[in-house]
Structures are given as C-alpha cells and as structure tokens.
C-alpha cells in the first residue's frame, strides 16, 4: 500500500484515518515504525515519529524541535504555560511550582488516607474505577499539592473533562468547543493570588495544565494499571505474592499504554529526521505509544512484563526540560491505589474493556466486582 510523505510526492502512500489512531492504533504504530518511522500524516497536519530512538532525539532537542508555537494545543485552551514555552520563560513558568509537587514522597500520608477513604465508600462489591477511586483521588492530591481552595470533586471533574476534550479535539483538528475556554475561566476565578514570578493568568495558566495534566495522568495511569493486572492472571499473582512489584507494574503499564500518547513540537529549522525531510515550522508529534512498544529496546513489546529488566526506559513521562514535574507524585498515587484495591477479595473485571484516545489514552470505563 502507497504512503504519504510531506515532502516526496514519489514516496508510497497510506492512508491513516483518525478513527484508527483513536482506537486500537498499536498496530498502525508497529508498522509505521518499520516502514517510515517519520511519517507526513495529512489527518495530523503533522509527523508522526514511531521510533524510539529518534522520539528520545525530538524531546531532548529543543533547540531544533520546540513547543513554542501558537498551534499548541493546550495553549490554545488554556493560554501560554511552561508546557508551550522553551528556554528561559518555560524556566520562569515551572520553577515556582517544582516544589509544590516534590519530592513525592511527603504526600505519601495524604494519598494513603485518601486512597482509603474512597476505597471505602465504594459500593459494596462494585464500582466503576475511574469515577468511584482514580478521579477524586487524582483532584484531591492534585489540590493538596498546589494548595488551592478546597474544591467540589464534581466540579472540578467536569472542569476537567471539558479541557481535556477541547485539547484533544484541537489534536484532532477539530475547532475548539466554547466548553473547554468556559471550563478554564470557571478555574480561573478560583485563583485567588499569584505565584512568585508569574502575574495572576499566568499563574491560572500553569495551575491549569498542573491540575488537569495531573488528574489526566494520574486517572489514566491508574485505569491502565488494573486493567493491565487484572488482566493478566500470572503477574496479578505474583504481585498479590509480592507487593513489592507493584512499582514495576505501575512502570510496565506505562510503558504499554501511556497515558498521554503523543506529544507535539515544532521544528525551528529545516532538518533531516529517520530519512524524512522535515522543514522548518513543520508540526512533529512524537508518539510515546509507539516509541515504547519499539522492539529494538523492549523485547516481546505487546506483553505485560513486571519483570522486564529495562522497563523505566519507556518514554511516558517524556524526555527532556519538559520532562513531567508531577510523575514521582502520580506513580506513587498509582501504586497506592493498586495496593489497596487488591486487599479486596476476588477482585476483577466485570467486563473487557481496552483503552482509547489520541491524545490521552484510558479506557472509557473500567468495572470492577469483588466479594463485599
């Protein structure tokens, strides 16, 4: 079959629709990889770059690949952010934040009380995950951590379901729905002061992609987990044997199904990138689903393996300045919500279920059952 490329009207072509990069698209990943790891994708305005080797390039290289550009999406939602900033601004915005969220390690108490708490009052037998433990926990350690107001989890769910469809929508080259601007002015005049550094929308802006990028993660990351363990009989015991792999299971879940799948630069100069031709203001997305299923440094890369050797090499966090400031906090929320969850007996899933989306990767749902 023919492929695309943006800039060699010979090349072959391809055709890849966003339905197929929404559902199932490992395996339109597997073969991109193999056959143009660097590929001109018109559904995307953009290339998609498979590989792992050439991904760790574009995320580390920002003087070439940067995110800087008013196509960002995020920024489009919710304004300028160290997410869409390089060099010294993308400096100023994070640093008044890093140690809001490290190290992860002090929240340690206030994730477990919260991770029981919601355990608890989950009804008896039955819950759906993401809603009844993974959302409430994500907004509750996420408003503890930047010390906002308290706030309604309903609210701020709804909040952040809106942001998180707009910013997806705009990956997607949809136009952006008036709710994801309505959800971030709604979070705005819940700011009350600035942070050191940064004037008050500023503050709102990076409080904003901190907040629902925190709850995006730590939601995905979580749904993932127990779906990949319940679904996997052999390491589900082992890890009911030995809690201490729970660590490598929250790593191996992410390496399989990332929770934010892609992310996107913008090249600052004309570049040759894994054979492709890139020019300069080209939109490039790095696929961190597939740059982690790259067999050339995950072996058997399709299977669930707490015991890979390798495993923190994946790519889920990033790579880089714009490596997540939150990632130890959300690992440990992983991995306290997995750790309780399986203290309930003959836990599973009361249904198949696999994850979706472009941009931000999770499973519509996720039932579980257990004996009360």
Same mark, same amino acid.
């Given at each position: ?20 990069? =929404? ?43 940067? +995110?800087?550009?008013? $196509? ?17 601004? #993308? ?14 390690? $002090? ?12 355990? @608890? ?18 907004? @509750? ?25 707009? &910013?997806?929508? +705009?990956?997607?080259? $949809?136009?952006?729905?008036? =709710? ?9 005049? $819940? ?34 987990? &127990? &779906? ?19 660590? @490598?299971? +929250? ?11 892609? +992310? ?26 597939? @740059?982690?299923?790259?067999? #050339? ?16 090499? #994946? ?27 399986? =203290? ?14 472009? &941009? ?13």
């Amino acid at each position: 079959m023919a492929r695309i490329t943006r800039h060699a009207c010979q090349a072959e072509i391809v055709t890849i629709t966003i339905e197929e990069l =929404e559902g199932d698209l490992h395996p339109v990943l597997a073969r991109l990889r193999v056959t143009e790891p660097v590929a001109w994708l018109p559904v995307l305005s953009a290339w998609l770059v498979t590989r792992y080797d050439l991904a760790d390039q574009v995320l580390r290289d920002t003087a070439t690949f940067t +995110v800087d550009d008013p $196509r960002f999406s995020t920024a489009l939602v919710v304004g300028p952010s160290m997410l869409s900033l390089d060099g010294a601004e #993308h400096t100023r915005h994070r640093a008044p934040f890093h140690g809001a969220l490290r190290p992860a390690d $002090r929240f340690a108490p206030f994730v477990t009380d919260e991770t029981r708490r919601l355990v @608890a009052a989950l009804p008896p037998g039955h819950a759906e995950l993401r809603r009844g433990l993974a959302g409430p926990l994500a907004v @509750a350690v996420v408003a503890e951590a930047l010390g906002l107001p308290e706030v309604d989890t309903g609210t701020v769910l709804r909040w952040y379901d809106a942001i998180v469809s707009a &910013v997806s929508g +705009v990956s997607a080259g $949809r136009p952006i729905p008036p =709710e994801g601007p309505a959800a971030f002015a709604a979070l705005r005049e $819940r700011i009350e002061s600035a942070v050191p550094g940064l004037d008050l929308d500023e503050t709102a802006s990076n409080t904003a992609v901190l907040m629902f990028g925190g709850i995006e993660t730590t939601e995905g990351m979580i749904s993932n987990l &127990v &779906v990949h363990v319940l679904s996997n009989r052999d390491e589900l015991d082992a890890i009911r044997a030995d809690h201490s792999l729970i660590g @490598a299971a +929250v790593e191996e879940s992410l390496r399989l199904e990332p929770a934010a799948a892609v +992310v996107d630069r913008y090249a600052t100069r004309d570049v040759v990138l894994g054979g492709a031709e890139i020019r300069r203001g080209d939109q490039v997305t790095v696929s961190i689903a597939g @740059a982690n299923r790259d067999p #050339h440094v995950f072996a058997e890369p399709d299977r669930f393996d707490i015991r890979r050797p390798n495993v923190r090499r #994946h790519l889920a966090f990033a790579r880089g300045p714009h490596v997540c400031i939150g990632m130890d906090l959300a690992r440990l929320e992983a991995a306290t919500a997995l750790a309780a969850l399986l =203290e309930l007996r003959g836990l599973h899933l009361a249904e198949d279920t696999a994850a979706r989306g472009l &941009v931000f990767r999770k499973p519509p749902a996720v039932h579980l059952r257990w004996h009360p």
